[in-house]
């Protein structure tokens, strides 16, 4: 009675609220976290409503409101509690949700079913040790269950492997490939001899300018000689003439 007394007088405030176990806020490994890491645990057990223990993320358009205005704090306060033991996570981010975590005093729930990993009865208890002593049922940087399935299955034309094991290329590109000439091939001959390399380079090439039935020695003469003059220093920096003074070219008149 008197409890109902307070609430009804005002003195006591209605509502849902979380718990937080005097032994988590006892414990080392809470102690020796950082404000970020305190206030990010405390946000995110802020959104647990009894049932939805996994179904937890802590994307910046969720904890802006919370008071969170820089990314990379965020990221490293997230990071901390994973490291320290105080969350796991329990999906991988898709194009249509985020990572979804899950904390470790609590007990897993089944969240619908949309969780990678299986629901549990009792709290994980991860905090205690200070670390996630299971990396391949709760991992953190590699494959969740069922993420293969949500890979997609379209293969580029070429595929180069990490370790350079193989290389597949499709028969088309192979052959589209080997009929074109190399754009890279250069014919070591000078151009100033009638070669018949020469002549075969030129005539399949359209040079503007050239007339039709030009020599091939002397299109190559005309072509090496503009690109010396063009690879020249002076001629692509040319050195700007100094004009004269107007005392200069005034002639003294003869004394008389």
Not at 52 to 68: E, K, Y
Not at 100 to 129: E, R
Request: glycine share 6%.
């Amino acid at each position: 009675m008197a409890k109902l007394r307070a609430k009804l007088k005002g003195r006591r405030e209605g509502g849902s609220f979380a718990a937080f176990p005097h032994a988590c806020a006892e414990h080392t490994n809470y102690l020796g976290l950082s404000g970020s890491a305190v206030k990010l645990l405390h946000d995110m057990h802020h959104r647990y409503n009894g049932k939805n223990n996994g179904d937890l993320s802590v994307a910046m358009t969720i904890m802006q409101p919370r008071g969170w205005k820089s990314p990379m704090t965020l990221a490293a306060a997230r990071d901390e509690l994973e490291d320290r033991g105080w969350i796991v996570r329990t999906t991988w981010a898709t194009r249509k949700s985020p990572v979804l975590y899950a904390l470790t005093f609590l007990a897993i729930d089944d969240c619908n079913g949309k969780l990678d990993v299986k629901a549990s009865q009792v709290a994980l208890g991860y905090w205690k040790l200070g670390k996630n002593p299971e990396p391949d049922k709760f991992p953190k940087k590699v494959e969740l269950l069922g993420l293969n399935e949500r890979k997609s299955k379209k293969k580029s034309v070429i595929q180069k492997l990490e370790h350079g094991d193989t290389e597949t290329v499709s028969d088309s590109y192979r052959n589209c490939i080997c009929d074109q000439p190399s754009a890279t091939e250069t014919v070591s001959v000078s151009p100033f001899l009638p070669n018949p390399q020469i002549q075969n380079l030129y005539t399949s090439i359209d040079i503007p300018g050239a007339p039709a039935n030009a020599d091939a020695s002397a299109v190559a003469v005309d072509v090496a000689s503009a690109a010396e003059s063009s690879a020249s220093p002076r001629a692509a920096n040319p050195k700007p003439l100094r004009n004269p003074s107007p005392t200069h070219d005034r002639v003294k008149p003869k004394a008389a």
